[in-house]
Every structure is written in structure tokens, then in C-alpha cells.
């Protein structure tokens, strides 16, 4: 069983930086990704990483603003999210991925409790 659980979540102004980390506790996980939920809308993939570290997704959303990374060694997966924005707030998940479509939440589990960021103008 494997546990998933974010953290560096927080509140920042428009332009800011934070780092997201999704720790797993258990066995390894092969593939995670991350996921946002702004009030009144659909959960949506941000990213998404194989454990290998290759390949990696990017929602268009964040292309170029916002990275995911892996660190084997602290069994983690980060997410980097720079030049933030008021749309960017949301609660935001990571889960282990178990194949299929990438972009669909049903195909993930072991879902952390998630931490809220917040960005504002």
C-alpha cells in the first residue's frame, strides 16, 4: 500500500513561486501526478512523471511556468510552480498513476489529503 502526502502549499502574490512535495510512505510508486480542484470546477491533471523521470506532462495551462521533478532518493515527486496566478489557486493532490488515460483521475490512487495554494492579485 502506498501513502501519498503534500505539502508547501500556501499563500502567495501574483508573480510568486512555490514548491509543491508529494512524499510517499510504503513501496515505491512508479508514476504520479499531480492534480488541482478550484472551488466550483473539475479536479484537472497539472503534471504527470514516470519514476524514471522520463517522460514528463505539462498541462498548457502551466507549460513553462510550473515543473515536475522527481527525487528517488526521498521516494518524492516535486512540483515547482513559478510566475503564479489568481487561476492557479486551487487544492492541489498528487496520486500514484495505474495506467491509462494520464489525464483521468480514475486511473490514479493512494490520493495524499492535498494542500491548498492560494494566489493573490
Known amino acids: 500500500q502506498v501513502q501519498l502526502v503534500e505539502s508547501g502549499g500556501g499563500l502567495v502574490q501574483a508573480g510568486g513561486s512555490l514548491r509543491l512535495s508529494c512524499t510517499a510512505s510504503g513501496r515505491a510508486v512508479r508514476s504520479v501526478g499531480w492534480f488541482r480542484q478550484a472551488p466550483g470546477k473539475e479536479r484537472e491533471l497539472v503534471a504527470h512523471?514516470?519514476?524514471?523521470?522520463?517522460?514528463?506532462y505539462h498541462a498548457n495551462s502551466v507549460m513553462g511556468r510550473f515543473a515536475i521533478s522527481k527525487d528517488n532518493a526521498e521516494n518524492s515527486v516535486s512540483l515547482q510552480m513559478n510566475s503564479l496566478k489568481p487561476e492557479d489557486t486551487a487544492g492541489y493532490s498528487c496520486a500514484s498513476y495505474s495506467g491509462g488515460d494520464v489525464n483521468d483521475d480514475i486511473n490514479y490512487w493512494g490520493w495524499g489529503k492535498g494542500t491548498l495554494v492560494a494566489v493573490s492579485s
Open positions: 512523471i514516470h519514476w524514471s523521470g522520463s517522460p514528463a
